[in-house]
């Protein structure tokens, strides 16, 4: 007779998590997730450099992506809920953990020398928080509304319309970023954003155990490589729509 | 090297008792010989203390050649000091010079509860251990070393892990005095070697649950512990332990 008890993965799961390295392992997992859309919007809102197609105009083809997303529900909201339920593990997990760090230590050092930490990895709950409470302030500048005026843009900019009758992603982004408060406070936030991913990334393989003698520093070179990939195309948005010429809301 | 002579001030953690607040006190460290181990030195302060009707302090220190792992302190911020693997015991005091400060505090983990003075329980650590690093070994002849073949590579990494002495400059070490680089290195040890295999899932999902219970931290990949190792452990084994507590805990029966 086997001695083996019944199968439960609910059970097993759920004893998994609960545990500090199961803990760890799907913050990893839901950042890897947050990691994956960050390119994917990146890709998307970079496609408003893209030129005007043959009789169309500027803007057309970031104004036809979003007209696309809007009206392809499965894929909009498929990533919507994957993206708010990664979002909450990640922050309540990450918090579970950090608060359980602190208390393991109730008497701080009068002197204390690192040696290997890197302030990346030092301010990862400080980055979090700030960047979550930007992505907050993102949804409601492009998504929701902003509920008051900042720095003369309203909720106005959702009711743009280009020549199609789609929304005019593209005037948004040029009114939004005509203004250099918005371009300062998405640039601090972005680089917040990079900082936290760059201890996200180093430390990803290591907390999945995927540590290698000769894989691992290939795979921190990629990972600052990526994460270079993504300060460039964030930032360039905001910089490059500044220095186009002023345009009336 | 020359032998120097220097006089030295200690700023050194002083706590009555486990219940009693703690505080720093200054001594003067007179006439101190570079050749001397920095446990020698404080032998030195201490006997000045004994000489002066006051009470010396406590550390904790048995075999004075860096393979015990009782000796500990946190000197200058740094587990086991200022030196690359070498535990407290065989840091010598011409790693310092003539007119220096030196803070000396204890381990400082939830975890390792002070005793007195520079003196931490680490007996979490053996609670650890006796949750499931060992194999267990029943009756009857020893086989012969040579019946049991390992790849020279794999007793490589399992020896590298097995160097650990459990003094704990890990957790001192972690921001988050966290003792997966302990963990990680005696889970390795048996991972590594055929005598380990039957009892490997049970023994990881023991070990974690009790160190989980005994309230250290989490890793969050600084790795400070792998730089004040004395034996200089390589975070390598918290991806293994990290590797096997998700095989075990997944397919455990």
């Known amino acids: 007779m086997s001695t083996q008890t019944s199968f439960n993965p609910f059970r097993l799961v759920l004893d998994f998590f609960g545990s500090s390295i199961g803990a760890k392992i799907l913050v990893a997992l839901t950042g890897v997730i947050m990691w994956g859309f960050v390119i994917g919007h990146m890709a998307g809102n970079l496609q408003v450099f893209l030129p005007a197609p043959p009789d169309g105009y500027w803007g057309q083809q970031i104004n036809d992506y979003g007209h696309f997303l809007k009206s392809t529900p499965a894929l909009l909201w498929g990533t919507r809920i994957t993206l708010i339920g990664a979002v909450f593990l990640h922050i309540g997990f990450a918090f579970r953990l950090t608060m359980k760090n602190k208390a393991a230590r109730p008497s701080r050092y009068a002197m204390k020398r690192s040696q290997k930490s890197t302030v990346f990895g030092k301010i990862m709950p400080v980055s979090g928080i700030v960047v979550g409470l930007f992505i907050l302030f993102h949804l409601f500048h492009f998504t929701i509304g902003l509920p008051v005026e900042v720095m003369g843009v309203s909720n106005d900019i959702l009711q743009y319309q280009d020549q199609a009758g789609h929304h005019d992603v593209y005037k948004m982004l040029r009114v939004s970023f005509g203004q250099v408060g918005f371009v300062a406070l998405y640039t601090i936030c972005n680089l917040l954003l990079l900082m936290h991913l760059v201890h996200g990334t180093q430390s990803v393989w290591q907390t999945l155990g995927l540590n290698h003698k000769s894989w691992t520093p290939i795979a921190r070179t990629l990972g600052w490589l990526l994460v270079a990939a993504i300060a460039a195309g964030n930032l360039s948005i905001p910089f490059v729509v500044m220095s186009y010429p002023p345009i009336a809301p | ?253």
Not at chain 2, 146 to 154: D, S
Not at chain 2, 186 to 209: A, T, Y
């Open chain 2, 1 to 253: 090297m020359a032998e120097r002579k220097m006089n030295l001030t200690l700023k050194v953690w002083r706590q009555k008792n486990k219940n009693a607040r703690g505080d720093f006190e200054t001594y003067a460290a007179k006439d101190i010989s570079s050749d001397m181990s920095f446990l020698e030195m404080l032998d030195v302060v201490n006997e000045g203390l004994i000489e002066g009707g006051k009470e010396p302090i406590a550390f904790d220190h048995d075999c004075r050649e860096g393979i015990c792992g009782m000796c500990s302190l946190v000197i200058n911020g740094q587990p086991h000091g200022p030196d690359d693997g070498t535990t407290t015991c065989q840091l010598h005091m011409r790693k310092f010079s003539d007119g220096d400060t030196i803070v000396i505090e204890p381990w400082r983990a939830k975890a390792f509860p002070v005793l007195k003075d520079l003196v931490t329980d680490r007996s979490a650590f053996d609670r650890i251990i006796q949750a499931g690093g060992y194999v267990s070994v029943n009756t009857g002849g020893a086989p012969d070393a040579n019946a049991v073949p390992i790849p020279k590579a794999e007793a490589d990494l399992a020896f590298d892990a097995a160097t650990c002495i459990g003094c704990g400059a890990c957790v001192a070490a972690c921001p988050n005095a966290a003792a997966m680089l302990f963990v990680g290195a005696k889970v390795s040890q048996f991972k590594h070697l055929p005598q380990g295999q039957p009892e490997r899932k049970s023994r990881v999902l023991n070990m974690i649950g009790r160190m989980d219970q005994e309230g250290f931290g989490n890793c969050t990949n600084h790795y400070e512990c792998e730089a004040s190792c004395p034996k200089e452990i390589p975070v390598r084994v918290i991806a293994e332990l990290n590797r096997e507590y998700t095989r075990a805990a997944l397919t455990k029966r």
